[in-house]
């Protein structure tokens, strides 16, 4: 069993083998040679163990991933694998084994973190993907529109209705054969995640004599599942927020025989069991695992007033993840194929676009999405009353492409399926840039990922535009903020004057006495904490905040007045964007000394989504993870981009020689020409 591992200037791995399952164990070991540290990590999130080496910070998580299940489940599903999948899954960790152990003696982060490398399990690359998206569906968000239906009544439940928190989006497009200058379809992809380093995602090449393939691999789970190019056949993903988690308030009781739950008909045993969680220098924490017919309990249990909350989530009921499909997209030729590979899918749910070198376009949803009670989807529901059980699985939609196909967590195609989705703003201005000309091709695809309009800047600047009587100063800002250009560059002083203005009147709204209640704690565990801020709920919602009818006691008007006239009084700072608009990449082992990122330029409702959360802090957590443009003409043509570089060591070249790249909005291209790339070893 013979692999080569070849490398582009980049140090971007390129993998050819004799066969898929001599590839995909290459695979393996490849994710272990250049992410070693990262890949234990993840598996200790995974199985909620990580506060054993990186501290009490991450106990919290540690918790979820107990109380969820999240380790079982993957079990689950993986012994639920057909033979060839699980063999191919197999072969993946085998050679993850083969390279952990002396990848991790030249990763300094496992002698700083006092940890050895373990071994990974069957079912290690299932637990990696249900612990990156258990949150992709945004069920915490239910727990926040609980709160609201409390503190300010049932008519106000979807006030605060946008995306923006912790779930993650991304932008994607299609640009039809004929509307590009090849004659043929070109795909852009830009997922927005948290940044950490290394990235989410590896660029890869996976190549065997069954198939050639280059796209975005998650390290520590085969093949490439969310942006690939065959050569033949290429796709691209977004988070389609659909609703298929659900929430279920239960009654607990301990008896004698062990912990009971109330359903519809009654009291029925829930499965307890007690597992630890150790933590670095401090006490282990214990963890009562409670598992009702509904799912497993995330907050509250069988003490005290026994209220808790359960959680439902499709790979739990139905010991399916979707990774039948992995092997299948390596193989696709067409979209046709593509197509039918994907009514295997599970998790996340996603919006793909694809096309193919024959001129085939598909634009639909993959995933699996359950039939139930509307009300399920708003908030969590009683678990002792009829009506919130799973009835099915829900069609799933899909558009034809007509000249252009856009995609970007906006309540489109997905719509029938969610009920929180993201503010029109990026999807209409991707639109509308597309609309100018026939002429596309992958350098001015490139172009729409780094563009800055704010169009969601409207509602504010259009209020304060109606103030009367300002003073001096705030007349001087005001007509500086209305003449801005509305883009929000790293360069521009007075996107920044926006910006502090709109943190000002988001941290006013936040204080009034209508809203002040929902900053109170209600008990609900730490790591849903993002999802219940009621300032960065505000934040993210102020353009329809504004405007709505639903909160009579405030003034918004007065509110933007002293807003503006605060600042104004203050006096201009002279920051730019940049100098406010920071990157905060996240690391699991982050230095002592936490020194400013650099400058970015984008916001959260811009295409060049650079999140940061107003009211709160300008620094940017999230923003994408990649970026990229298939073309279907000629793959070497394509082009793409990570945030920092290849490699996972600290002190490899290739482990920030992306981004500088990144930052500048720049793409490199795809090289598949072997005779460009550098043979790095061969054997095994």
Same mark, same amino acid.
């Given at each position: ?19 898929p399952?001599?590839l ?11 992410r ?12 909620g ?86 949150l ?52 852009a ?70 912990v009971?739950a ?9 499965e ?29 249990g ?24 992995l ?45 139930r ?22 069609? @799933?939609?899909? $558009?034809? !492409? =007509?000249?252009? %196909? ?5 309540? +489109? &195609? *997905?719509?029938p399926?969610g ?61 500086e ?19 502090? @203005?709109?943190? $000002?009147? !988001? =941290?006013?709204? %936040?204080a009034?006495?209508?809203?002040? +209640? &929902? *900053? ?88 060049? $989504?650079?999140?940061c ?21 000629d ?27 990144w ?19 061969s054997?095994?």
């Amino acid at each position: 069993m013979t692999a080569r591992v070849h490398r582009d200037a980049h140090g971007i791995p390129h993998l050819r083998a004799a066969d898929p399952l001599a590839l995909v164990r290459a695979q393996g070991r490849n994710a272990a040679t250049d992410r070693a540290w990262q890949l234990e990590v993840e598996r200790h999130r995974a199985q909620g163990s990580s506060a054993a080496f990186l501290g009490p910070d991450h106990l919290d998580w540690d918790v979820f991933a107990r109380r969820a299940r999240l380790a079982d489940t993957a079990r689950r599903c993986f012994a639920a694998l057909d033979e060839p999948t699980a063999a191919w899954v197999r072969a993946y960790v085998a050679g993850v084994n083969e390279g952990l152990r002396e990848s991790a003696r030249r990763a300094p982060e496992f002698a700083a973190a006092g940890l050895a490398p373990g071994r990974w399990e069957e079912w290690t690359p299932l637990a990696l993907w249900l612990s990156h998206h258990i949150l992709f569906a945004g069920f915490p968000g239910k727990l926040w529109r609980d709160r609201v239906a409390r503190v300010l009544g049932e008519d106000a439940v979807h006030l605060f209705a946008t995306d923006g928190l912790p779930a993650s989006g991304s932008n994607g497009w299609l640009v039809a054969p004929e509307r590009t200058a090849a004659g043929a379809a070109l795909i852009a992809g830009d997922p927005h995640r948290f940044i950490e380093t290394p990235g989410v995602y590896q660029q890869i090449r996976l190549a065997c004599p069954e198939y050639d393939v280059v796209g975005l691999a998650v390290p520590g789970v085969p093949g490439i599942a969310h942006f690939g190019h065959t050569g033949e056949v290429a796709w691209a993903i977004t988070n389609s927020m659909a609703d298929y988690q659900d929430l279920y308030h239960e009654r607990l009781r301990r008896t004698p025989a062990g912990v009971e739950a109330r359903g519809p008909d009654g009291w029925h045993p829930a499965e307890a069991h007690t597992e630890t969680v150790e933590v670095a220098g401090a006490e282990p924490v214990a963890v009562e695992v409670v598992e009702t017919e509904r799912g497993p309990v995330i907050a509250g249990g069988p003490d005290g007033d026994g209220r808790a909350v359960s959680l439902r989530y499709p790979p739990r009921v139905t010991a399916r993840l979707g990774f039948e499909v992995l092997p299948a997209l390596l193989r696709a030729r067409t979209v046709g194929d593509l197509d039918r590979a994907l009514y295997g899918w599970a998790e996340p749910v996603n919006v793909v676009l694809a096309a193919d070198t024959a001129g085939g376009l598909l634009h639909r949803v993959a995933g699996a999405v359950p039939a139930r009670d509307p009300r399920n989807l708003i908030r969590p529901v009683p678990a002792w009353e009829p009506g919130h059980e799973w009835h099915g699985w829900q069609p @799933l939609p899909r $558009a034809e !492409v =007509r000249g252009a %196909a856009v995609m970007a967590n906006e309540r +489109g &195609l *997905a719509g029938p399926l969610g009920i929180e989705f993201c503010a029109p703003y990026r999807a209409e201005r991707i639109a509308e840039l597309l609309a100018d000309g026939t002429d596309w091709t992958t350098e001015r695809m490139a172009a729409v990922h780094t563009d800055t309009h704010l169009a969601s800047a409207a509602p504010l600047l259009d209020l304060l535009a109606t103030l009367p009587d300002l003073g001096p100063e705030a007349a001087a800002l005001r007509a500086e903020l209305l003449a801005w250009d509305r883009r929000m560059d790293a360069d521009s002083v007075t996107a920044a004057r926006y910006a502090e @203005l709109r943190s $000002a009147v !988001v =941290r006013r709204y %936040a204080a009034t006495p209508e809203l002040a +209640g &929902l *900053a109170a704690p209600d008990g609900l565990p730490p790591v849903f904490a993002p999802w219940l801020s009621a300032t960065a709920r505000i934040g993210f919602a102020l353009p329809h905040v504004l405007g709505t009818g639903l909160l009579p006691g405030i003034d918004p008007a007065a509110l933007v007045r002293a807003a503006v006239e605060e600042l104004a009084a203050a006096g201009p700072t002279g920051e730019t964007w940049g100098e406010r608009h920071r990157l905060h990449a996240w690391s699991a082992l982050p230095a002592e000394e936490a020194r400013p990122g650099p400058a970015l330029a984008g916001d959260h409702d811009c295409v060049l $989504a650079t999140s940061c959360v107003p009211g709160i802090t300008d620094l940017s957590a999230r923003a994408s993870a990649a970026r990229l443009v298939w073309d279907l003409a000629d793959r070497e043509r394509s082009a793409w981009i990570v945030p920092h570089g290849a490699h996972g060591d600290p002190g490899h070249p290739h482990h920030r020689d992306q981004h500088p790249l990144w930052l500048s909005g720049a793409l490199t291209p795809v090289v598949t020409d072997w005779t460009r790339l550098t043979e790095e070893n061969s054997g095994h």
